[in-house]
Structure formats: structure tokens, C-alpha cells
């Protein structure tokens, strides 16, 4: 079975997590800009990073048979600090407008204050003006009512739900999130956002229409593996592989492929790996390790370590 892992921070990951992601069968990711846990203190520490994400990451991505796409934004966290969050707007347009760029995100609320609330909007008007897909991150704390604010916002500024994917729901907010016809996300997190016993029984209540899952792997205690895991304990607890495939693959596909920038051929029809290959004159590999070339690799008897 092949997965989609909608939200990762790969920037975060190994490089032996790309190939235990691929050897799963991860064939594609989404790595949303995000708040690095460090602070920024200037705006050209935000130009690095969204350069990186739609630039070396998606590379190195394909480097190991993983299709890398990313979503641009300023996060709420960072939102509180009004210089840089003005100069980072300045940004936003140029960074969205590039290759395999899905949506605005992850933007939304974290304390949900006055400037969380002004950023949240005016990069929720570049996403109109773009016409470009939203993704939302909804907050540890308050998660209720940071979800209702963010579904009314998005309503407020007349943006179309089947264009938003409201992220890190749970049990609280599942309810109103498809009622009001936005796509549902989930992510599976270790002792924060979501178990995935918890994601089983919540498919078996609500089904598959508009839910798929993520991981949001990053630097803290997560699970790149988060996705196959969790469709690999949903066949075990009875939920059908038609209905495996919709929540770890096809509903994600549905949702960003709006974009124009996410096609299923980009990995059916992917070109073979070849580690030989260089970014800017850098490659993935380091120490004189050997570039593992698909196809030709493949063929040698793979009972021998060099």
C-alpha cells in the first residue's frame, strides 16, 4: 500500500528516516513551514529556511524515491514578533508562488492574541488573492475554541472549505470541523496531539470523508513511521483496506492535488533514484559513502556489505 504523510517537518529528519519512510511506502510528504524552536530574529533567517524547504529538501527527498512538497507561511508562534512577522509577509508571495508550493500553512493560532489574529488574517487575504489552498494549525491549548475562531475566520474572509484543511483535530473538535465541510485532519504524535488506537475508533465512529492523517514528525518525540503504523493497526482492528487507503492516501491526494501542484504520476512516474546526482554542487552523501544508484543497486546480491 502506498501512503501520503501530509504533514512532516522533514527539515528536522534524517536521513535514515527518508529511507525507513520509503522502504514503508511513504511515496510522498508535505512539509509545512513551521517554528523551528528557536526563535528568529531577523527576516532572512525565514529566506534560508522557506529556501531550503522548497529547494535542498525536496532534493534530498528525491534522492531516496520520496516526492517532497511544502506549504509556505509565517506560524503563529512567530506571528507575535510584528517586525518580523511585517518583513516575512513581504516574503510570503514570492516563496508561494514557487514548485511544488501546496498552500499557505501552517498559519492559524497558538495563544490566540492580537497579532496571532492579524497575521492569521491577512495571510489567510494572500491565499484568497493567490487562490491557493489553507492549512491550519489548530492550538495545544484551547484547541476547541482556537478551531471554531479559525473555521469562523476563514468564513469571514469568504474562503471555501473544501480549499482548507483544518489540522491537528482530536475528539473535541471532529464534529463541527466536517459539519462545516472542511477537510479533517489528525495527527498522530506521541502523548500530545493523538494515539492512533484513539485514530482507529474515531474512523470507525465517522468514517473516511474528508479525514486523513499525518505525523508532523519533527525535532521533538515523534514517529516519521506514524502513517504506515497506523494504517498497518487499522487493517488489524477490522477497518477495510478501501477505507485504509482513503485516510493514509487518497483523501490527502484529494485535498492538495487542488493545488495544480501535487499529480499522483509525480511518483508513479518518478525518475529513478541516482545518488550521484548534486543541489547547488552538494550531494546527500558524506564520507566517501557510496551513491546508491535504483535499478542498478537492486541487482547485485544484496547479501553483501561492503
Known amino acids: 500500500m502506498m501512503f501520503i504523510d501530509p504533514h512532516i517537518h522533514m527539515i528536522s529528519r534524517t536521513t535514515d528516516d527518508y529511507k525507513a519512510m520509503y522502504e514503508a511506502g511513504v511515496v510522498a510528504v508535505i512539509e509545512p513551514a513551521f517554528w523551528l524552536g ?135 473538535t471532529i464534529k463541527d470541523v466536517l459539519e462545516r465541510g472542511y477537510w479533517t485532519a489528525f495527527t498522530i504524535y506521541p502523548g500530545t496531539k493523538m494515539g492512533n488506537e484513539r485514530m482507529v475508533e474515531i474512523v470507525k465512529e465517522y468514517g473516511t470523508e474528508r479525514i486523513f492523517i499525518d505525523s508532523a514528525a519533527d525535532w521533538g518525540h515523534s514517529d516519521p513511521l506514524g502513517v504506515p503504523k497506523t494504517a498497518k493497526l487499522m487493517l488489524q482492528r477490522g477497518i477495510s483496506e478501501d477505507d485504509v487507503k482513503k485516510v493514509c492516501y487518497q483523501n490527502a491526494l484529494d485535498a492538495y492535488s487542488q493545488s495544480g501542484q501535487m499529480n499522483e504520476n509525480d511518483w508513479l512516474n518518478r525518475s529513478k533514484i541516482d545518488q550521484r546526482k548534486t543541489f547547488s554542487g552538494n550531494t546527500v552523501l558524506r564520507g566517501g559513502y557510496k551513491p546508491y544508484i535504483e535499478d542498478e543497486d537492486d541487482a547485485k546480491n544484496d547479501i553483501i556489505i561492503e
Open 38 to 172: 528557536q526563535p528568529r530574529t531577523n527576516p532572512g533567517s525565514m529566506l534560508d529556511y522557506f529556501s531550503m524547504i522548497v529547494g535542498w529538501e525536496r532534493f534530498r527527498a528525491s534522492q531516496f524515491g520520496i516526492q517532497h512538497y511544502c506549504t509556505i507561511g509565517l506560524n503563529s508562534k512567530e506571528a507575535n514578533n510584528e517586525k518580523l512577522a511585517e518583513e516575512t509577509m513581504e516574503l510570503l508571495p514570492r516563496y508561494a508562488s514557487k514548485e511544488g508550493v501546496v498552500a499557505i500553512g501552517e498559519i492559524g493560532y497558538d495563544d490566540m492574541t492580537d497579532l496571532e489574529d492579524r497575521y492569521f488574517r491577512k495571510q489567510v487575504e494572500l491565499a484568497k488573492k493567490m487562490d491557493m489552498l489553507v492549512l491550519i494549525h489548530t492550538p495545544h491549548r484551547n484547541k476547541k475554541q482556537g478551531t471554531l475562531k479559525s473555521m469562523d475566520v476563514c468564513e469571514e474572509h469568504g474562503l471555501d472549505p473544501s480549499k482548507v484543511i483544518i489540522d491537528h483535530n482530536n475528539e473535541e
